[in-house]
């Protein structure tokens, strides 16, 4: 199983080490999605895959899901399920990734176990995110920074959440909502641990994998 970070190197040196990219799938993942996301993770270090659909059962997701998980196993990167931990357990996944309103992360580890990845979605909010901490999240999530039309977002953090949690915890933080390249090394100057995207890498119009090169020349310190 791969982890989404390893805690121990990131953090014996005192410093987090460099921003990671973690990839948020689009709606659509049928059709010519496994190649796009074949060219994404080939082009450079990717930690994480974020399985995210909505409005099909559990069964279909499933069928879409299982090409892309073999994928990311081959590439070593976690492959994460949004919302649905009945479907991270069935799959196998790395872990799965928590709204607020899909369930408690202690639920989460009593279903996948002590090595699944657990992330939470915290807003703008540094009480949802110390409570996922003491509920045993690995990580929280903070958007969106920016206007996204992924998903309908009421919260606008400001940068500064990043670096008042890096400074405090030890757990990691992504950074989510409209982040692109030219956007996102002021969140990784700000304290963000990974940089979450989803439009700017499979809507580039370069393709996926000019996306994640580009990101590649930001994730540095």
Known sequence: MTDLLDFASRFESGSRGPAQLYLISPLEVGGDFPDKLRAALDAGPVAAFQFRVKGVDQHEAARLAEPLQRICEA????????DDMALAKRLGAEGVHLGQGDGDPREARALLGPSAQIGVTCHDSRHLAMEAGEAGADYVAFGAFFPTGTKETFHRPESSILGWWSALFELPCVAIGGITAQNGRALIEAGADFLAVCSAV???????????????TILQR
């Open 75 to 82: 590439r070593e990167v976690a492959f994460i399920v949004n």
């Open 202 to 216: 499979w809507g580039h119009s370069e393709g996926p994998g000019a996306a994640v090169a580009e990101f590649q």
